[in-house]
């Protein structure tokens, strides 16, 4: 079944541009002019990823509640902000919030379906069957890699797509550094540092609220992260 994008964008004549690239690479996509039809939409059902514009017809911060909703109905599915907005509050408030990616309007079309295309392949392991789980326990932390899961204490871990992705890069080698362009590589993303650390303190912000004794992502400064046990 063809992939289904739901795009959240108020100016009409971008939109319809974005709506044929998108079809011309064999999506469905669902679009919107604006939240309140998007919010609609959406509790009814869940596209496989969206892309939401930050400011929505006359609601500057729409699309960051856009965002809140999606992340309160699934903690998993691919979020991109689109925007004109190119500052780093917008950027990071983007990320805090649960985005997997904050993409800026003046980027190519190739480079948007190159990122839609990574977000996808990094879901891809949600469906694919796995005879054996591939599993990676470090004393209180288990993660499933082929199920896309994390627990820690046995109690689930609502991590993002590139939070996983991140995790799994810092506990493969427990006390090993990890630097940024590496965090970079393994979770198939292109941003700056100020994204990564944000990224991070999320992840930590999550572990945090179920153990508040949780200090085990250790920043190494001037070299990246890395887990200890």
Known sequence: MPRTIALVEDDKAIRENYIIALRAQGYTVHAFGDRPSASKAFENSLPDLAIIDIGLVDEMEGGFLL???????????????????????????????????????????????????????????????????????????????????????????????????????IIKRPGHVKSRQQLMDESQMVVDDSTITSHIKRMRKKFVQLDPDFDHIETVYGMGYRWQS
Not at 85 to 109: C, E, H, P, Q, W
């Open 67 to 169: 965002c809140q909703q999606l992340r309160q109905l699934s903690q998993t599915l691919p979020i991109i902000f689109f925007t004109a907005r190119d500052n780093d509050v917008d950027t990071i408030s983007g990320f805090r919030m649960g985005a997997d990616d904050y993409l800026t309007k003046d980027i190519s079309m190739a480079h948007l379906l190159a990122r839609i295309a990574a977000l996808f392949r990094r879901t891809d392991l949600l469906s694919t069957p796995s005879q054996q789980s591939e599993q990676i326990r470090l004393n209180h932390l288990l993660v499933d890699v082929s199920r896309m899961t994390v627990s820690w204490k046995e109690r689930p871990v609502a991590l993002t797509v590139t939070e996983f992705w991140m995790l799994h890069a």
